[in-house]
């Protein structure tokens, strides 16, 4: 025997084992330990065993032992997670198994959710949602949310083949006696997981996701301290050889379980797409960048060993191998040693070899078709010299592109506006936003007072759009002639630009009222840019439009701007809530097209974004849709409207389909309007909303960590025209007791939107455009 109980549970009739396999996470571990030992699921037995640390973690491990007695303590040799997991099954007496690593956490009802869910539905596989955190945020994982992992319900890796983007052990709950008999490989220690998820998936006699977070995994910020998964990348050759292995017994057990050969192709092809895409590749790119000849040479060794061994008809069911073997190296050659180069074209011989005509013409006309005939000239070749030339002209066409890009830019900015400044000022004014795509925000109310007020004016447009050169030069000729430049965000066009005195600079900023800080207030926060962009990105404004006297002073700051040019018109934009034939409108045609709507109040929730461009993608709902659905659909309908960063949709539980509609490409505007409660967080949309006098909730459940990222002007519990709520629960309640303060919302209503009357506009244009 390798391994040493140490200490042993007393804990009988244990629902469910949790086996830990743990190394060197003395700084997570105890955090970990108190997230299973609170879980609301008893009795539950916790097999921790140590894979050979060498700091405090076994320490830490007797002291939490002789406190509880459902604790087994197991000692090992350094052997890796799936050794150490195969000796707490070995051990496992609940009825069923769960897998949490050392430094993750469980929500406090994970175990209690799957177990219930198993019972239920008869289940020996239950998994559900996961999410990722570290320090300051926390995101769903991209994969699992793309591929509709996260969809709940009964399923079958046959039927569902997405399971395959779920192969970690951790996320799950299994019957212990399917997994007995199973385990992980003794000789591979990076994608060991998936031979195990995949015979467990293939045996079982049903699988069931539920609609909750069950798992958060930790993403380590410490250089020194990065998980497993974090590092292996690091070594491409090991590796490599790793997911082959892994690859071998994989295979094995889609021939011997799956006896219907077309449900075995699909299922194999599904799967080895995903771990080209996720294992595979990143794999070969670590070997490519890093650029050391000796670790290429083995990886593209193993690989062409890989491919050669290959049935054709599963090489073409697998879309992303013809794209890896050939055009993503093409793009990166000028990173391959000579003896990966002729490795690699040995490669490119395998693939033109076993490509049949459906997979050649989709490579051919892909968006990489010019790689694809190099590629294909070099196999006629029998040489790498196609691929080298493409090489040597790409780099010095990216340089020249590079070359040409800054003159381009510099002739504009400088030759051109200043060419045009010398010229008499023109009636023109300039609608400029890379934020709009198009008449949108304030700009509609504007453009109409214009066209009535001031005719004698040409509009132009610079919005949204990719500027070729002749398209810079017209953006910086307006510049130079315009009379007023009207803005409704950053503006990287006018950055450091110092127009002529005659030309005004008009910020209406998209944003409403004075709520999170921004500009300059907000630098030194963690989502704040640098005082110096700051000073490049705000220099040229003239005059600025708010709301209200009462924020001034704060876009003064924000802005540096003198507070006698900060002018409380209001915002255009918000005329339309003062419109009664508009609201009529909005209400008649939401209706007409959700009928769900009808003879419901609609509450709405429309949060602000978490996080940087790349992460704010994805909004992690923190909200419980279906026992919302359970209390309030009687009476109410729950509308989302996320924010315009949010790319991903929210996947809606079947239990709150008739409860929920996601809205969240509608106008934000009409979705106000047909609103009766409004649950917001952190958002300047509140401040528009205020102009219809209704009630608000402000759902605040990550205030401490938002409060890193971003600062408010006021207290916040003190500010806001509203009850906070922190939880599902606390929202239910407030909309069942439905004793809002309204007189709060009229006065933070004619404390912030003083001038937004359905006149802003026209005051606008009255005030500003001479």
């Given at each position: 025997?390798?391994?040493e109980?140490?200490?042993q549970?007393t804990?009988?009739n244990?629902?469910?084992?949790?086996?830990t396999p743990?190394y060197?996470v003395?700084?997570?571990?105890?955090?970990?330990?108190?997230?299973?030992?609170?879980?609301?699921?008893?009795?539950i037995?916790?097999i921790l065993?140590?894979?050979?640390?060498?700091?405090?973690?076994a320490d830490?491990?007797?002291?939490?032992?002789?406190?509880?007695?459902?604790?087994?303590?197991?000692k090992q040799?350094n052997?890796?997670p799936?050794?150490?997991?195969?000796?707490?099954?070995?051990l496992?007496?609940?009825?069923?198994?769960?897998f949490?690593?050392?430094?993750d956490?469980l929500?406090?009802?994970?175990?209690?959710?799957?177990?219930?869910?198993?019972?239920?539905?008869?289940?020996?596989?239950?998994?559900?949602a996961s999410?990722s955190?570290?320090?300051?945020?926390?995101?769903y994982?991209?994969?699992?949310?793309?591929?509709g992992?996260?969809?709940?319900?009964e399923?079958?890796?046959?039927?569902?083949?997405?399971?395959?983007?779920?192969?970690?052990?951790?996320?799950k709950?299994?019957?212990t006696?399917?997994?007995?008999s199973?385990?992980?490989?003794?000789d591979?220690?990076?994608t060991?997981?998936?031979?195990?998820?995949i015979?467990?998936y293939?045996?079982?006699n049903?699988?069931?996701t539920?609609?909750?977070?069950?798992?958060?995994?930790?993403?380590?910020?410490e250089?020194?301290?990065?998980?497993?998964?974090?590092?292996?990348?690091?070594?491409?050759?090991?590796?490599?050889?790793?997911?082959?292995t892994s690859?071998s017994?994989?295979?094995?057990?889609?021939?011997?379980?799956?006896?219907?050969?077309?449900e075995?192709?699909?299922?194999?092809?599904?799967?080895?797409?995903?771990?080209?895409?996720a294992?595979?590749?990143?794999?070969?790119?670590?070997?490519?960048?890093?650029?050391d000849?000796?670790?290429?040479?083995?990886?593209?060794?193993l690989?062409?060993?890989?491919?050669?061994?290959?049935?054709?008809?599963l090489f073409n069911?697998?879309?992303?191998?013809?794209?890896?073997?050939?055009?993503?190296?093409?793009m990166?050659?000028?990173?391959l040693?000579?003896?990966?180069?002729?490795?690699?074209?040995?490669?490119?011989?395998?693939?033109?070899?076993?490509?049949d005509p459906?997979t050649?013409?989709s490579?051919?006309n892909?968006?990489?078709?010019?790689e694809?005939?190099?590629?294909?000239k070099?196999?006629q070749?029998?040489?790498?010299?196609p691929l080298e030339?493409?090489t040597?002209?790409?780099?010095?066409?990216r340089?020249?592109?590079?070359?040409?890009?800054?003159?381009?830019?510099?002739?504009?900015?400088?030759?051109v506006f200043?060419?045009a400044?010398?010229?008499?000022?023109?009636?023109?004014i300039?609608f400029?936003s890379?934020?709009?795509?198009g008449?949108d925000?304030?700009?509609?109310?504007?453009y109409?007072?214009?066209?009535?007020?001031?005719?004698?004016?040409?509009?132009?447009?610079?919005?949204f759009?990719?500027r070729?050169?002749?398209?810079?030069?017209?953006?910086?000729?307006?510049f130079?002639?315009?009379?007023y430049v009207?803005?409704?965000?950053y503006?990287?066009?006018?950055y450091?630009?110092?127009?002529?005195?005659?030309?005004?600079?008009?910020?209406?900023?998209?944003?409403c009222?004075?709520?999170?800080?921004?500009?300059?207030?907000?630098?030194?926060?963690?989502?704040?840019?640098t005082?110096?962009?700051?000073?490049?990105?705000h220099?040229?404004?003239?005059?600025?439009?708010?709301?209200?006297?009462?924020?001034?002073?704060?876009?003064?700051?924000?802005?540096?701007?003198?507070p006698?040019?900060v002018?409380?018109?209001?915002?255009?934009?918000?005329d339309?809530?003062?419109?009664?034939?508009?609201?009529?409108?909005?209400?008649d045609?939401?209706?007409g097209?959700?009928?769900?709507?009808?003879?419901k109040?609609?509450?709405?929730?429309?949060?602000?974004?978490?996080?940087?461009?790349?992460e704010?993608?994805?909004?992690?709902l923190?909200?419980?849709?279906?026992?919302?659905?359970?209390?309030?659909?009687?009476?109410?309908?729950?509308?989302l409207?996320?924010?315009?960063?949010?790319?991903?949709?929210v996947?809606?539980?079947?239990?709150?389909?008739?409860?929920?509609?996601?809205?969240?490409?509608q106008?934000?505007?009409?979705?106000?309007m047909?609103?009766?409660?409004?649950?917001?967080?952190?958002?300047?949309?509140?401040?528009?909303?205020?102009t219809?006098?209704?009630?608000?909730?402000f759902?605040?459940?990550?205030?401490?960590?938002?409060m890193k990222?971003?600062?408010f002007?006021y207290?916040?519990?003190d500010?806001?025209?509203?009850?906070?709520?922190?939880?599902?629960?606390?929202?239910?309640?407030?909309?069942?007791?439905?004793?809002?303060?309204?007189?709060?919302?009229k006065?933070?209503?004619?404390?912030?939107?003083?001038y937004?009357?359905?006149q802003?506009?026209k005051?606008?244009v009255?005030?500003?455009?001479?």
């Open positions: 025997m390798n391994f109980v140490v200490i549970s804990v009988e244990a629902k469910v084992s949790i086996i743990v060197n003395e700084a997570y571990l105890e955090e970990t330990l108190e997230s299973l030992l609170t879980q609301t699921l008893t009795p037995e916790l065993v140590d894979d050979g640390s060498t700091d405090r973690s830490i491990i007797i002291e939490y032992a002789k406190k509880y007695s459902n604790i087994t303590f197991v040799k052997a890796g799936g050794q150490a997991r195969n000796r707490g099954i070995e496992a007496t609940g009825e069923f198994i769960s949490v690593d050392s430094d956490l929500p406090k009802n994970a175990l209690e959710k799957m177990y219930t869910a198993a019972i239920r539905e008869n289940a020996e596989v239950v998994t559900g999410l955190f570290n320090s300051t945020r926390t995101w994982i991209a994969s699992h949310y793309d591929n992992v996260y969809t709940p319900g399923k079958s890796l046959v039927r569902n083949p997405e399971l395959l983007y779920s192969l970690g052990p951790c996320n709950m299994f019957k006696d399917l997994v007995k199973i385990s992980f490989p003794a591979v220690h990076v060991e997981d998936h031979p195990f998820i015979e467990a293939l045996r079982a049903k699988i069931y539920v609609d909750k977070v069950i798992y958060k995994y930790r993403s380590r910020e250089d020194d301290n990065l998980s497993l998964s974090q590092i292996v990348r690091v070594n491409s050759p090991r590796v490599m050889k790793n997911i082959l690859l017994y994989s295979d094995a057990l889609w021939k011997s379980l799956i006896k219907n050969e077309v075995r192709i699909e299922l194999m092809s599904a799967y080895y797409h995903r771990i080209i895409i294992d595979m590749w990143p794999a070969l790119m670590s070997g490519i960048r890093n650029k000849s000796a670790a290429q040479k083995e990886t593209f060794e690989m062409l060993d890989w491919i050669k061994s290959l049935d054709r008809s069911k697998v879309p992303s191998l013809p794209r890896i073997l050939t055009f993503e190296v093409a990166r050659y000028e990173m040693s000579n003896e990966a180069k002729q490795l690699h074209l040995q490669w490119l011989k395998v693939w033109e070899k076993l490509s459906g050649m013409h490579l051919k892909s968006n990489k078709s010019k694809v005939f190099l590629c294909l070099a196999v070749k029998n040489s790498i010299s030339n493409y040597r002209k790409f780099r010095l066409r340089k020249i592109q590079r070359v040409t890009s800054r003159f381009q830019s510099s002739f504009a900015r400088h030759i200043r060419l400044s010398m010229l008499p000022v023109k009636n023109t300039v400029a890379n934020k709009s795509k008449l925000d304030s700009y509609p109310f504007v109409e007072q214009i066209k009535q007020l001031r005719p004698s004016y040409k509009v132009v447009d610079d919005f759009k990719k070729d050169f002749k398209g810079l030069c017209r953006t910086y000729y307006q130079g002639r315009a009379k009207i803005l409704n965000d503006h990287r066009q006018l450091k630009m110092k127009l002529r005195k005659e030309t005004e600079v008009i910020q209406m900023w998209h944003a009222g004075a709520f999170k800080k921004f500009g300059h207030s907000a630098v030194g926060y963690a989502d704040s840019n005082t110096e962009f700051e000073n490049r990105a220099q040229s404004y003239t005059k600025v439009v708010v709301s209200s006297k009462e924020v001034v002073p704060f876009y003064a700051e924000a802005f540096k701007v003198d006698k040019n002018l409380p018109l209001g915002l255009p934009r918000t339309v809530f003062y419109d009664k034939e508009v609201r009529e409108f909005v209400t045609k939401f209706l097209s959700y009928p769900l709507l009808k003879n109040k609609v509450i709405t929730y429309a949060p602000t974004f978490r996080g940087n461009p790349k704010r993608k994805a909004f992690n923190q909200l419980d849709l279906s026992k919302m659905a359970q209390e309030l659909s009687k009476d109410y309908v729950l509308v409207k996320l924010h315009p960063a949010v790319k991903k949709n996947i809606i539980p079947d239990k709150a389909r008739n409860f929920v509609i996601d809205l969240s490409d106008d934000i505007n009409e979705v106000l047909m609103t009766d409660i409004l649950i917001s967080d952190y958002s300047s949309l509140v401040f528009e909303y205020a219809l006098e209704r009630p608000l909730i759902y605040a459940y990550d205030y401490e960590n938002y990222e971003r600062a002007f207290d916040y519990e500010f806001v025209p509203g009850p906070i709520a922190k939880t599902t629960g606390e929202i239910i309640e407030l909309v069942q007791k439905n004793e809002f303060d309204l007189e709060k919302v006065e933070f209503n004619r404390r912030f939107n003083e937004q009357d359905g802003s506009s005051r606008f009255e005030t500003l455009i001479k």
